[in-house]
T-cell receptor, first 108, second 113 residues
Framework: KNEVEQSPQNLTAQEGEFITINCSYSVGISALHWLQQHPGGGIVSLFM???GKKKHGRLIATINIQEKHSSLHITASHPRDSAVYICAVGFGNEKLTFGTGTRLTIIP | NAGVMQNPRHLVRRRGQEARLRCSPMKGHSHVYWYRQLPEEGLKFMVYLQKENIIDESGMPKERFSAEFPKEGPSILRIQQVVRGDSAAYFCASRGQGANEQFFGPGTRLTVL
């Protein structure tokens, strides 16, 4: 079993829909990261959080430390949101452990 | 303030050649991580370095791979005698002293013919 599990693996939605991507982890962590990767592109850090909730524009990330679960939400989704979204966890200053990613496609 | 720089962005090598991948961390960052993304797979940790020290190399293949982060200059990931299975995207990330957040570079896409 992977230490970091994401669901769904693939998600296709219509423009404007509310999107939720889930991440569960099995190890103790000090921070969880949500990353975005466009096809053939680099990796952009969206959020780093260790508790509660963060919001940036149309993106919202939440984490429940007790349940070892995090969600990434996208409101009013747009075709430019199409990308792979990756959850990663770390403990202290150590290496990150990654989920396998969720491939999101937003249809106009 | 420049971000993490990696070069080259694309590298093509024939089997048996050497590949050298460079990573310049963000200004003021002294911690560098290398990650590998094999085709259709997730990112995997390779090695964590501070200036002149390897802190954790538990993700590095035992043979042909080495990494360094000298006092001056970029961090180098070196792959000797490359094989087709080394074809992947290699990302480095850096962070500052005492910080948790890692900032990623654009990656180097290595293709072995």
């Amino acid at each position: 079993k992977n230490e970091v599990e994401q669901s769904p693996q693939n998600l296709t939605a219509q423009e404007g829909e509310f999107i939720t991507i889930n991440c569960s982890y099995s190890v103790g962590i000090s921070a969880l990261h949500w990353l975005q990767q466009h096809p053939g592109g680099g990796i952009v850090s969206l959020f780093m959080l260790s508790s509660g909730k963060k919001k940036h524009g149309r993106l919202i990330a939440t984490i429940n430390i007790q349940e070892k679960h995090s969600s990434l939400h996208i409101t009013a989704s747009h075709p430019r949101d199409s990308a792979v979204y990756i959850c990663a966890v770390g403990f202290g200053n150590e290496k990150l452990t990654f989920g396998t990613g969720t491939r999101l496609t937003i249809i106009p | 303030n420049a971000g993490v720089m990696q070069n080259p962005r694309h590298l093509v090598r024939r089997r048996g050649q050497e590949a050298r991948l460079r990573c310049s961390p963000m200004k003021g960052h002294s911690h560098v991580y290398w990650y590998r993304q094999l085709p259709e797979e997730g990112l995997k940790f390779m090695v964590y370095l501070q200036k002149e020290n390897i802190i954790d190399e538990s993700g590095m293949p035992k043979e042909r791979f080495s990494a360094e982060f000298p006092k001056e200059g970029p961090s180098i990931l070196r792959i000797q005698q490359v094989v087709r299975g080394d074809s992947a995207a290699y990302f480095c990330a850096s962070r500052g002293q005492g910080a948790n957040e890692q900032f990623f570079g654009p990656g180097t896409r290595l293709t072995v013919l």
